[in-house]
């Protein structure tokens, strides 16, 4: 069974700076990786999938990386609206979601 | 507009049955993956099921397999669960989401909005 774990929990960055969220799988799940944003009361908005391919419309300063077991989100420089809970998600089996990561303002 | 409406949430009772259902429109529904994903209160997101375009594969999660039943009609442009035997575990904001191709095992790409699910005697 894999397991998703992601880091930190909670990430305070100021509005500008940038901001890197890891994911780990627990097995291999090759680029078979998805980030999701979730602001408050919305519902879940896919950034990337792929491991490092933007969603349609996602702005460029979203990218991902990783491949295997590690993964990452980054954002290059924070806006206002980029402060909420991300997560990623593998389905190379079937499909998991890590704890999530919330992004707040320093 | 691509739009997935959830409904059939509501209060029930442990251990009867709930069943949701989810319309779509704006999109050709047969050629498709569609899935359930829940988010109880103040927690993160759980995929629940998933089935493919033509229904021909179907996963659960370990927390509703032999409980929850999905299908779909690609005639009405709908998705359903049939959720039995319910506990306070299953408390949640029900999200209906749409996969990018066919195939089950992909990302999602397009979310609806979410029917709440109180399970309390």
């Known amino acids: 069974e894999i397991v998703m774990t992601q880091s930190p929990a909670t990430l305070s960055v100021s509005p500008g700076e940038r901001a890197t969220l890891s994911c780990r799988a627990s097995?291999?799940?090759?680029?078979?990786l998805a980030w999701y944003q979730q602001k408050p009361g919305q519902a879940p908005r896919l950034l990337i999938y792929?491991?490092?391919t933007r969603a349609t419309g996602i702005p460029a300063r979203f990218s991902g990386s990783g491949s295997g077991t590690e993964f990452t989100l980054t954002i290059s420089s924070l806006q206002s609206e980029d402060f909420a809970v991300y997560y990623c998600?593998?389905?190379?089996?079937?499909?998991?979601f890590g704890q999530g990561t919330r992004l707040e303002i320093k | 507009e691509v739009q997935l409406v959830e409904s059939g949430g509501g209060l029930v009772q442990p251990g009867r049955s709930l069943r949701l259902s989810c319309a779509a429109s704006?999109?050709?529904?047969?050629?498709?993956?569609m899935h359930w994903v829940r988010q109880a209160p103040g927690k993160g997101l759980e995929w629940v099921s998933g089935?493919?375009?033509?229904?021909?594969?179907?996963g659960y999660a370990d927390s509703v397999k032999g409980r929850f039943t999905i299908s779909r009609d690609n005639a009405k442009n709908s998705l359903y669960l049939q959720m039995n035997s319910l506990r306070a575990e299953d408390t949640a904001l029900y999200y209906c989401?749409?996969?990018?191709?066919?195939?089950?095992?992909?990302?999602?790409?397009?979310w609806g909005q979410g029917t709440m699910v109180t399970v309390s005697s």
């Open positions: 989401a749409k996969g990018p191709t066919g195939r089950v095992m992909r990302a999602f790409d397009i």
């Open positions: 704006g999109f050709t529904f047969d050629d498709y993956a």
């Open positions: 089935i493919s375009w033509n229904s021909g594969s179907i």
């Open positions: 097995q291999s799940v090759s680029s078979n």
């Open positions: 792929g491991a490092s």
């Open positions: 998600q593998q389905y190379n089996n079937w499909l998991l």
